[in-house]
Each structure stands twice: as structure tokens, then as C-alpha cells.
């Protein structure tokens, strides 16, 4: 893990253009996957690895040479900081815009991210797009305490807690020290008021163990009242439905007869896992 929480970039701005896009710019089709290959084949390139979350992370060293990549590109802009937002860092990493596109790459260090960005830690989707290992993911969002998008992964992945006891560190507590050093940082980059302080992070020392057993056990419990929790393992897995990293392809669903599948299974981007073993899809 990196030891500082982050690398703010000096704020040239190129462009101004806003976060709701420009007039005439398009939505890229299957969700933008190609145009996020392409930047992230030209990191790679340029001897900058990176993977996915909602965001490019790279090694906070190479923050930099990532953003001067980007600039030199035809393809995009540097756009303005977006505003502060409660528990992030986005606003002093750099941002970028595909050109005449509804489509934008934030740039994030991985001192951020809270994990070492090399490829041993990635595993690649069918179009071989780079995303950080299931368990390094999962254990990165433990350890910085961020609830929301663990509660989603354990829901979206029907992790079980068995599988944590087996790939995940569970001794001891929460990263309070990147907890320290993160908020030091959103202090050092937005201006001090009454209110600013709700910006920052959670600082409690929590159970590594006894948080993760909190939201595995809770899945259930999470599932509304207008979804069966008879056919719903979680709220956004049916039971019996096979690992999500997987191709989707008719009869995916089967299990769940109101639902129809449509649509082209090539314009998922999904992680390969154990290719060799579901030669059937």
C-alpha cells in the first residue's frame, strides 16, 4: 500500500467544459467500454499500469505521467476539477473528457485506492479490460471503511463470509491511519468552514472482522419488500444465478420467468474467471 493518500496535480486547465457534457456530444455505445480500453491501452503503453472501478487508478508516482499521457491525446481534454465531494479526493485528481462524447476519466492514485496497482493484483474482463482482483478490491473497501460500496459488492457478488475468512486480512482494525492522512489532505484542499469538516472520513477503529460478519450477515436484510426473498439471495442477485464476472447469455435468467433477456451478450464487459472451466458459454 502506498503511504501517501494522495498526489494532487497542479490545476492547468485545457478545457472548461462542464460535467453535464456539451451541446451535441454523444452517449458512447455498450456503455463506453471500447473508448475506456483504448485509455487504458495507451497507459499501458506508456508503461503506466492501471485498472478500474468507477475510475482509472494508477501508482500515485506515475499520477503525473498518466495525466500527460492523456493531454497529449487528440482524443482528450482536461477538464476543471470537479467540486468536493464528502469523503473524496476527485476535485485535486486530474479529470478528462472524450472529445464530442458524454464520457469522462477521472484519474485516481493508488495511495487513494488503498492498494498496490501492478498487474498481479488485476484480473481482465472478456475485452480484456484491467479491474483489480475480486479479494483486493473487497479489502480495500474494508480497510478505508467505505460501507456503501462494500455493502454493494457483497450484494452485487453474493459474497459469503466464508469466502472473506478465506481471501481477505480480517485481523485487527480498519486503516485509521489512512483515515488520518486522507483528511489531512481534503482539509489541505478545500477552504475551512462550520460545514467543511463533513467532508472528511470516518476515523473509528473498527473490527475488520466484526464489520465484514455485520454486512455479509445482513444481505437478506437488505432485500425490499417488492423483491421474493424466496427467489433473491440478495437484493441484486437471484438464487442460483451464476458469478456476474461472467458472460451474460439467454437463459442466464432462466430462474426468474418474468424476465426476458435481450440484447447482445458481446457489449457486456465482464472479468474472465476460470476461462477453461466454462468452455460452454
Keep these: 500500500m502506498d503511504n501517501n493518500t494522495s498526489t494532487p496535480v497542479t490545476r492547468h486547465i485545457a478545457s472548461a467544459s462542464v460535467w453535464e457534457g456539451n451541446l451535441g456530444d454523444i452517449c458512447p455505445p455498450d456503455g463506453g467500454s471500447q473508448q475506456t480500453k483504448d485509455v487504458t491501452d495507451t497507459l499501458e503503453s506508456a508503461g503506466i499500469p492501471c485498472c478500474l472501478d468507477w475510475t482509472i487508478c494508477v501508482p500515485t508516482e506515475q499520477l503525473s505521467a498518466a495525466s500527460s499521457v492523456l493531454q497529449s491525446q487528440s482524443t482528450h481534454e482536461l477538464c476543471a476539477p470537479r467540486k468536493p465531494y464528502p469523503k473524496r479526493l476527485f476535485h485535486t485528481f486530474p479529470l ?127 432485500i425490499g419488500p417488492e423483491i421474493p426473498k424466496e427467489f433473491w439471495a440478495t437484493r441484486f442477485r437471484p438464487k442460483g444465478d451464476r458469478d456476474p464476472r461472467l458472460p451474460h447469455e439467454k437463459g442466464a435468467f432462466d430462474s426468474l420467468k418474468d424476465l426476458e433477456y435481450s440484447g447482445d451478450p458481446g457489449n457486456y464487459d465482464v472479468v474472465v474467471v476460470n476461462w477453461g472451466q466454462v468452455a460452454e458459454t
Design 96 to 222: 478528462f473528457k472524450l472529445k464530442g462524447s458524454v464520457a469522462w476519466i477521472q484519474l485516481v492514485p493508488s495511495s487513494d485506492c488503498h492498494f498496490e496497482c501492478t498487474p498481479s493484483n488485476f484480473e481482465r474482463s472478456h475485452k480484456s479490460l484491467p479491474y483489480a482482483r475480486l479479494d483486493i478490491f473487497a479489502q480495500s473497501l474494508l480497510d478505508t471503511c467505505d460501507l456503501v460500496d462494500l455493502v454493494d459488492l457483497v450484494d452485487g457478488m453474493d459474497i459469503s463470509l466464508e469466502w472473506g475468512i478465506e481471501n481477505l486480512q480480517l485481523d485487527g482494525t480498519v486503516d485509521v491511519a489512512w483515515a488520518e492522512r486522507k483528511n489531512e489532505a481534503i482539509r489541505a484542499s478545500v477552504p475551512l468552514t462550520d460545514s467543511s469538516c463533513f467532508l472528511e472520513v470516518n476515523t473509528a477503529a473498527w473490527g475488520r472482522r466484526e464489520t465484514w460478519e455485520r454486512i455479509v450477515r445482513g444481505k437478506q436484510s437488505r
